[in-house]
């Protein structure tokens, strides 16, 4: 048992190789001292450590806690996150809590409402000073030990019980949602954030377009597409979302498909391919339309049809058409801070416009064989778009990595096959893992398909996660998602 801070590349590995895997053991807490992904009010803790064993895992004023951990990226300072940190220890009043990155670790202790550092070292001196930390948090510690029941001063004093918990969160999950400071900040978020007007003559332009592709379909695309365009709007991001894909279910995901007769159908002649179709008429202003019930604030939407399928021979006759999405995009630049944009599975001309059209590159895979397997023939085609790229003066495509989706939350599965999923994307195919994790959960395809009673029908009302459940494990990755995102490319937020 042993540990080495180049062992962890990412917040998932500080958690797993760091805290799973050496700290806790090494400081005397078996897998029923501990717990992962607690919930509490508006908190999300990332480890709670007890005096003695907590299965059933109840949390009540009589809740022997022992020490509350906190991982971050290796990438992250510390100093960012100290204000947060003790407004978890004074609020849950937790006696000693342990924030690290792998690359440092800082011991607080909870002093009345402020918190001290009281032990501090770099990572490669974790093991040689274990016995140093073993003396102030291990389980057979000598330290004053505390319940809630000993702390809780007046009426106002934090209770927890077990509905506070989150799904699964009474399982051990080696890798979990990384819950960045923003997630909870000091004082409440507006319901509806404040988007400073666009000006052509006052605003430069910062417009960020973004692919989400996969030649394999069933990774998750439309999901991490629409989810994505909503976090970043809830972020008071102005945000267009072009569906490119033939089979229309961004369209449909954001509420633009409420018909159920052709002949109510008002999306056929004027879509995406009418974008394409001419350079003279048919702009972003024309063919766009607000989304309809899916996100507060709404996004912006270009639609698309099944019609696309049809429409490609002809485009397919036009070279103009394959730079029409960038022309077109050009003219409204200051007028959206993120264009995202969901592709078809495939490698035809839809999905060459919007790699084409893109700065930046997400690719979402469930990091299954067939996926995995596509990988190469998704780098083949970036290569000759690339290419195409260059002729037209545009740097190459920037990857943003494989972003890991529809994973299972199954503890024994991210134990045991999820690393060497993870593990293959960079040895064999030398691309970055992204850091956040999507996770396959029931609760993502209730949003897509709400319905609301309508007479004898049920009309689709298919609303975004952080509209459907804000408070659910989803919304939370797809926050995380979004300022990981706005952190690779290098939005203010």
């Given amino acids: 048992m042993s540990f080495h801070p180049d062992l962890c590349r990412n917040e998932s590995e500080v958690e797993s190789k760091l805290i799973v895997s050496y700290l806790l053991p090494a400081l005397g807490y078996t897998p029923e001292s501990w717990h992962q992904e607690v919930a509490f009010i508006s908190i999300r803790l990332g480890f709670l450590a ?4 907590a299965i059933p895992f109840v949390l009540d004023a009589n809740s022997p806690m ?19 940190f003790k407004r ?3 609020k849950l009043q937790v006696k000693y809590g342990v924030l690290t990155n792998g690359n440092e670790m800082r011991i607080y202790e909870r002093v009345g409402e402020a918190i001290d550092l009281v032990f501090q070292c770099l990572g490669q001196e974790i093991e ?14 000598s330290k004053p030990r505390q319940t809630l029941a000993s702390t809780a001063t007046d009426s106002n004093s934090p209770q927890i019980n077990a509905e506070s918990i989150p799904e699964q969160a009474s399982e051990k999950i080696p890798f979990s949602i990384p819950f960045p400071e923003e997630l909870f900040p000091e004082t409440p978020i507006d319901t ?37 365009a909503a976090a970043l709007r809830k972020k008071g991001k102005k945000v267009l979302l072009v569906d490119i894909d033939a089979q229309s279910n961004s369209t449909f995901a954001t509420g633009l498909m409420k018909f159920f007769f052709e002949e109510d159908d008002n999306l056929m002649a004027n879509n995406i391919y009418h974008l394409l179709e001419t350079g ?15 996100n507060n604030p709404e996004i912006e939407v270009i639609p698309s049809h099944i019609t696309l399928i049809e429409g490609q021979f002809k485009l397919n006759t036009i070279g103009a058409s394959k730079t029409r999405l960038v022309t077109k995009l ?32 997400i690719i979402p895979s469930d990091l299954k064989p067939f996926a995995n397997q596509g990988l190469p023939s998704v780098l083949q085609f970036i290569s000759q778009v690339n290419e195409f790229r260059e002729m037209i003066g545009k740097e190459p495509l920037n990857i943003l990595g494989v972003l890991p989706s529809k994973i299972s939350p199954n503890p024994k599965f991210l134990q045991y096959t999820f690393p060497k999923q993870t593990s293959v994307i960079s040895a064999r195919y030398h691309l970055n893992l992204m850091e956040t994790i999507i996770y396959e959960r029931t609760i993502l395809s209730q949003c897509t398909n709400y319905t609301v009673p309508m007479g004898d029908l049920d009309v689709p009302e298919p609303k975004s996660i952080l509209e459907y459940a804000p408070d659910s494990l989803s919304s939370g990755e797809f926050e995380a998602l979004a300022l990981e995102v706005l952190t690779k490319t290098g939005i203010n937020r």
């Fill in 128 to 141: 040689v000073r274990i016995e140093e930390i073993n003396a102030l948090i291990g389980k057979d510690s």
């Fill in 66 to 84: 022992r020490v509350l951990i906190e991982a971050k990226s290796p990438k992250q300072n510390l100093d960012r996150h100290r204000r947060k």
């Fill in 330 to 361: 050009s003219r409204v630049e200051k007028e959206y801070d993120f264009v995202i944009i969901d592709t078809p599975p495939s490698r035809d001309l839809y999905a060459e416009v919007a790699l084409i059209a893109a700065d930046h590159l």
């Fill in 192 to 228: 509806e954030p404040v988007v400073e007007p666009n000006s052509n003559t006052k605003r430069k332009s910062t417009l960020k377009v973004i692919a989400v592709y996969h030649n394999k379909g069933g990774v998750g695309k439309t999901t991490v597409a629409v989810n994505l």
């Fill in 50 to 53: 007890f005096n003695s064993p």
């Fill in 88 to 90: 978890y220890l004074t």
């Fill in 280 to 294: 003279d008429f048919s702009f972003v202003p024309d063919v766009s339309r607000k989304s309809e019930g899916f």
